[in-house]
T-cell receptor, first 111, second 113 residues
Framework: EAQVTQNPRYLITVTGKKLTVTCSQN?????MSWYRQDPGLGLRQIYY???????DKGDVPEGYKVSRKEKRNFPLILESPSPNQTSLYFC??????????FGQGTRLTVV | AQSVTQLGSHVSVSEGALVLLRCNYS??????LFWYVQYPNQGLQLLLK??????LVKGINGFEAEFKKSETSFHLTKPSAHMSDAAEYFC???????????FGKGTMLLVSP
């Protein structure tokens, strides 16, 4: 089954404690991206990757890091989380110029 | 750069009534357009997409949308709303040939009996 898998689904952490949200896709897609969803703001892109070892900033990259060492994986790293990063995060993958497939989301709370 | 405007953060309809969710976009190149639906506590699911060709596109669950270049619009419609249609709907655009999606802020569809 074609899917994008994110882990964990829910995470509560404290300010400053590094965390990683994993994302994996099994569709051999070149393109992967991370979004955050906040009420009234829709989805905003954090980072994206056009292929292995190729990443670039989206609209709201501050406070986040990503890496793309393998085609299937695209982890999101928060080196020092802050309360304003409390949000719902989605990973997505797509073939070139095609629809995006989304993971189930990770609800992060930073206290 | 591209952008998407969805008119109305909330739309309320009665069961059986017409659903119309509005989306206007701006894009410097011919766009690819998408509608996604999000049910509570779930990810986004593709409803339909326009890339090239026929401007009236049909999607899942009886939804359809029409690409109108002259109006830069891609409104989503369904002839008869069902209670199960209650969800949040997102319009998105990407320049043709690229995969960076720009989303609207979403429209919550409320369906009353």
């Amino acid at each position: 089954e074609a899917q994008v898998t994110q882990n964990p689904r829910y995470l509560i952490t404290v300010t400053g404690k590094k965390l990683t949200v994993t994302c994996s896709q099994n569709m051999n897609h070149e393109y992967m991206s991370w979004y955050r969803q906040d009420p009234g703001l829709g989805l905003r892109q954090i980072y994206y990757s056009m292929n292995v070892e190729v990443t670039d900033k989206g609209d709201v990259p501050e406070g986040y890091k990503v890496s793309r060492k393998e085609k299937r994986n695209f982890p999101l790293i928060l080196e020092s989380p802050s309360p304003n990063q409390t949000s719902l995060y989605f990973c997505a993958s797509s073939a070139r110029a095609s629809e995006a497939f989304f993971g189930q989301g990770t609800r992060l709370t930073v206290v | 750069a591209q952008s998407v405007t969805q008119l109305g953060s909330h739309v309320s309809v009665s069961e059986g009534a017409l659903v119309l969710l509005r989306c206007n976009y701006s894009s410097s190149v011919p766009p690819y357009l998408f509608w996604y639906v999000q049910y509570p506590n779930q990810g986004l699911q593709l409803l339909l997409k326009y890339t090239t060709g026929a401007t009236l596109v049909k999607g899942i669950n009886g939804f359809e949308a029409e690409f109108k270049k002259s109006e830069t619009s891609f409104h989503l419609t369904k002839p008869s709303a069902h209670m199960s249609d209650a969800a949040e709907y997102f319009c998105a655009v990407t320049p043709s040939g690229y995969s960076t999606l720009t989303f609207g802020k979403g429209t919550m569809l409320l369906v009353s009996p």
